[in-house]
Structures are given as C-alpha cells and as structure tokens.
C-alpha cells in the first residue's frame, strides 16, 4: 500500500511545498486537488493545487518531476463536488469542470480521479436516478477513452441544515454502490472508500470491502467519533453533526487493525489517502502538520510495505 494525505488540507502551500511537507514526514503519495480556484463553498473545498494551465499547456513533465524528485507520487487528483445540484448551471459546470480534470489525469498519466455522484437532496434517490444516469454515463465514458478510473467517495454530504434532507451525494451505502455499478458496468467507475462515513450511520465499514473489492481504487483514511450521549440527546434524525465528530486516525471509533488486516486479506495494495477534518489541528498550518505528522506515525504500524 501506499500512505499518502489530500491536500486540502495545506490550501496556503504551493504544490511544491505540499509535496515538501509529504516527502519530510515519509509519506509516499499525494492525492492532489483540483478545483476551479476560488469556488469554495464550504469546509476544505475550493483548493486548487494543479495548475491546469500549466498541464494543459505542456509542463505536466514538471508536476511529476517535482514529485519524483522527492520519492513521491500523485495517488489521483481530487474534485469533490455536486453534478446532480438542482441548479442547472452550477451542475453543468461541476460536470465539465470533471471531465478537465480526468483529461488532466490523463496527460500527466495518473489513473486516479476521486469525486462525489452528487445528488438533488430535495428528492429521493429514486427521483434522482434518471440524471445519474444521463450525467454519469457520458463522464464514465469519457474516463474510459482517457484511461482514468474514477473512484466516487461514499460521503454523504449530508450534515448541517443546507443539506437536509437527502445529502448531496447519492453514493452514501452498498444498495445504492451496486445499482450504480450494474446500471453503469465499467472498469473505470468504483470506489473511493472511506470507513468513518460508514461508522458514524451506524453501518458494519469492514463489510464492503470484501464485498466490492474490485471496486475499490482509492481508500481515504478518516476516523469518526458518535457521540452516544448527543444521539440519545437529539436521535438520528437530527443534522448529523450534532452528534458525530472527525478525528484523525486512532482518535475514534474505527478499528484500524481490524481495517488494515481486511485490506491485507483481500489483497489490497493501492493508495490509502489521511483526510484530515479534526477541528482540535486546524487552528494553524502547523496545527494541520502535525496532524499530518501524527496520522502518519499511527498508520505506519498497519503497512508493511510502503512504495510507489
């Protein structure tokens, strides 16, 4: 495997010192955000670190260059936004912006591209499931001809009052993962998997991954604490943040032990990315490092083996 962090988490660094900060803590991969800079419009989005003039216009050589000099890899690029939004115009730019980003993957030769299904979280999935498809279908096609496998993340998107009721991503559980995957059969189309999302609905995290197993191409690695006493204060139908919380890895309820010798029974051996949301390290970018640096002391524990 190899252990690596997303870089929305350094959005004030250049992508030179992002890639600084991996090479000095040990890690072996970056996954890269990719958003149109300066459409941020909530925690950790709008981060921009590739440059997609740069790529486009013939300097991609030097984004791996600068990853390979330190020991380095780019795990996949990263854009996580919302190409069902009931809004027309904000859902066709999310959807081409997408596409940029797999044609981007491709010239630099990164066969990753992580990102969310999406959702109108006004309407049931049922509702929803003719624009996945008339959306989906032709972005998986075109990650096809690029050789791009896009990993969709099983975030919710479902936490404070903006997103009540539905969330913003379809993709949230296994029913809704093997609908996805035999209306849209696809090599290029899986899974960016991460446990605590799983965890904090109460679900068994350790299970999809025998079950989808040739699915997953990307592993986030988020850990989440449920607050027993606010659930029984609030119940389950309340904005789920008001009764969960994102940790760093080992500082919540996931057994990582657990997860890691799943991976190693099924054979996993791609990249497994830190996604840093714990609010006590995000008072200062050095903060944030040791996050970073803390993360990576705890999971080099669980990997043996740890190169490009």
Not at 2 to 9: E, K, N, R, V
Not at 60 to 72: A, K, M, N, W, Y
Request: aromatic letters at 10%.
């Amino acid at each position: 495997m190899q252990l690596g962090f997303m870089s929305a988490i350094l959005p004030e660094l250049s992508l030179e010192q992002v890639a600084d900060v991996a090479a000095d803590i040990g890690y072996s991969c970056v996954e890269v955000m990719c958003w149109p800079s300066g459409q941020a419009d909530r925690r950790y989005s709008g981060i921009a670190h590739l440059d997609f003039a740069q790529v486009e216009g013939g300097g991609g050589q030097r984004v791996l260059d600068l990853f390979d000099s330190r020991g380095l890899s780019i795990s996949g690029l990263g854009y996580y936004s919302n190409p069902l939004d009931p809004d027309e115009e904000s859902a066709r730019a999310s959807a081409l912006h997408l596409r940029r980003v797999i044609d981007a993957a491709h010239t630099l030769g990164v066969t990753r591209v992580n990102s969310f299904v999406g959702r109108d979280w006004t309407r049931s999935v049922d509702d929803n499931w003719p624009r996945f498809l008339d959306v989906w279908r032709p972005i998986i096609a075109h990650a096809e001809q690029a050789g791009v496998r896009v990993g969709i993340e099983n975030c919710p998107m479902l936490f404070t009052a903006d997103e009540w009721p539905g969330g913003k991503n379809l993709a949230n559980a296994p029913r809704q993962w093997r609908r996805m995957f035999a209306d849209i059969p696809s090599d290029s189309f899986g899974l960016n998997y991460d446990p605590s999302h799983l965890a904090f609905q109460q679900m068994d995290y350790l299970k999809p991954l025998t079950q989808f197993t040739s699915k997953l191409f990307h592993l986030h690695a988020k850990d989440v604490r449920l607050h027993r006493d606010r659930l029984d204060e609030v119940g389950m139908f309340a904005h789920p943040n008001e009764y969960h919380s994102p940790k760093l890895p080992g500082l919540g309820d996931i057994d990582w032990g657990g997860f890691f010798g799943t991976l190693g029974d099924i054979g996993y051996a791609g990249p497994i990315c830190v996604e840093v949301e714990d609010r006590s390290y995000e008072g200062s970018l050095e903060n944030r490092k040791a996050a970073l640096r803390q993360s990576h002391t705890y999971l080099r524990q669980f990997i043996q083996q740890d190169v490009r």
